[in-house]
């Protein structure tokens, strides 16, 4: 099975047949078959040739680059091996037809809100009192299907948040972790911190998926497309980050897997230190390949299997008109 690979030394890169180097400054190589890589995760400074960058493209690896602060700087996102043009013709026709983009990603604003509303009922039956914050969470979903535009539909998004996230601080009950406000670029506060890098390891990890579909990720439906980056991913990994992000983060908080050694602070910034980011992938990483099985094919699948299935969902209902209905975490 593939995996993901993540980069925190300085090292040079290089290939030797079908094995990858990675020679660090002190001399030390470690070697990793290349059939075993699906995405490279560079945090340090890393070194290569443009003859090492064709080979990953022909073997269709990605590689997601991080700035010094663990912030996520760009992509190396390979030669579409697999994009249809007739495929691509229906993405374009399905965000210029201004109702059935509203449709799609009222959709995904929705799924967002139901699969937060079920990380807090796991929480509720627990014994945390979080009946307001769930009835807020429900009452908030009808008026979606009525928004005339994405603007109005993200500004009702944001409210969901407002409800959302301040819950966090009754299921933890960690002072170090106390949400007051979201705070992205950069971070404020801890809690902002490991919010806004799981965050993006879900929309990395999205990409990926869709990579390995027909949909082209640069053109989304919620978040608008744009000159920088890719937007597809961002509109679907609106339905995983509760149903894995906020999960994970939440138990990794109780457990107390993460404390003040794992994040590091400058005036008005926290960012997570090397080992704190070590601790959020390699938690997550075991995640996305725990399996459950599944209502309808009822056979276990994985958690990123699931992302990529919600893809193929979504390019059903671009291509053949079939009904989408958004992934929704079972309990």
Known sequence: ????????????????????????????????PVETIDTLQVFGEVGFTKALLDFFSQQGILIHFFNYYGYYSGTFYPK??????LVLLDQVKGYLDESKRLAL??????????????VLQYYQRRGTDLESEIKALESGVPALAEVQSIEELMGKEGNL?????????????????RYRKRSRRPPEDPINALISF???LIY?????EIYKTHLDPRIGFLHTPNFRSFSLNLDIAELFKPAIGDRLLLAMINKRQLSEKHFSFETGKCYLTES???????ELEERLAETIQHPVLKRPVSYRSLIRMEVYKVE?????GIDYKPYRQLC
């Open 316 to 320: 059903k209902y671009l291509v053949e």
């Open 204 to 208: 990395m990890t999205v990409l990926g």
């Open 198 to 200: 799981m965050n993006s």
């Open 105 to 118: 990603a009222s959709k995904f604003v929705a799924g967002y809100a139901t699969n937060a509303r079920i």
């Open 161 to 177: 948040h407002k409800l959302y996230y301040p819950a966090f601080n009754k299921i933890t009950e960690n002072e170090f972790f």
């Open 80 to 85: 579409e091996h697999n994009n249809a043009g």
């Open 1 to 32: 099975m593939k995996k993901t690979v993540s980069i925190f030394s300085d090292l040079n890169l290089s290939r030797k047949d079908n094995t990858l180097h990675l020679k660090k400054d002190d001399g030390t190589v470690t070697y990793l």
């Open 276 to 282: 704190g980011r070590k601790v959020v992938i390699k």
